[in-house]
């Protein structure tokens, strides 16, 4: 595997990047660091809500930001300002510019699901599918527990071998609706609400406690604190300011004529 594209993080990390699904992820993990700890947001993103609620933020979040899914796939074609309040729908004035600042390249992400698992397909690239990693204690001791998410790794860590003519491969994936290879944005958050890991990753399968799950992983809250992503949030946030409170346009003066004086 070592020779595969797909198993080099650095030219991985080039091509999701110049794609915009770096960005993309990071707006969704700063959109869930604000949501996951509100005690005011719908209930299944309540410090309360443990396990699959927190499951159902993220995956709500995901379609959000991809423009995917029942509630947003409306807005795929439109300009995200022009939609930007039925965007945001449930989050608070600090996600605007979040939002306003996402870029991407029409028709880049496809939701759909897959034996009950959500998935997001990156045109061209590979798929993305959801993994916490609360109780497996974080992002690097994750372990792949259903079938499905064993079947998809299995196929993936075929699919990025430069030999490709491996027996019975074609029958292996042929029926499988999602775009190989599979990356996996792994979370972990906390009971109490913080999101204490965001990261995507090139899974690999473990069998043995001594393996990683993973050929690399890219840490997403890390490109979501880097200065090129938050200049672009910060310009953006600008850009809802002068748009939420414009400024009055000049009003030229009137030319009043005094009327005459009574006679």
Request: glycine share 4%.
């Amino acid at each position: 595997m070592s020779h595969s594209p797909y198993t080099n993080k650095k030219v991985m990390e080039d091509w999701l990047e110049d794609l915009g699904v770096l960005d993309t992820l990071a707006t969704a993990a700063k959109i869930i660091q604000l949501a996951a700890s509100n005690p005011d947001y719908p209930e299944h993103a309540r410090n309360a809500s443990k396990g699959m609620n927190h499951y159902e933020l993220v995956a709500e979040n995901l379609n959000r930001v991809t423009l995917t899914g029942d509630k947003f796939a409306s807005f795929q074609n439109e300009p995200i300002t022009k939609n930007l309040n039925a965007l945001a729908t449930d989050l608070p004035q600090e996600a605007y510019p979040l939002l306003t600042a996402l870029s991407r390249r029409r028709g880049l992400y496809r939701s759909d699901s897959y034996k009950n698992m959500p998935f997001w397909e990156v045109s061209t690239c590979c798929s993305l599918v959801m993994q916490s990693a609360n109780r497996f204690g974080g992002v690097d001791k994750i372990r792949w527990e259903s079938s499905t998410k064993k079947r998809i790794i299995s196929a993936t860590n075929h699919y990025v071998q430069d030999t490709l003519d491996i027996p019975g491969l074609d029958d292996y994936v042929e029926d499988l609706p999602l775009r190989l290879p599979i990356l996996v944005v792994a979370y972990n958050i906390s009971p109490e609400g913080e999101l204490k890991e965001f990261a995507l990753g090139l899974p690999a399968p473990v069998e043995r406690r001594s393996q990683s799950p993973w050929v690399w992983t890219i840490d997403v809250l890390d490109h979501a604190a880097s200065p090129k992503f938050l200049a672009a949030i910060d310009s953006a946030q600008e850009e809802v300011q002068s748009t939420a409170h414009p400024e009055a346009p000049a009003v030229p003066d009137a030319h009043v004529k005094l009327k005459k004086a009574a006679e």
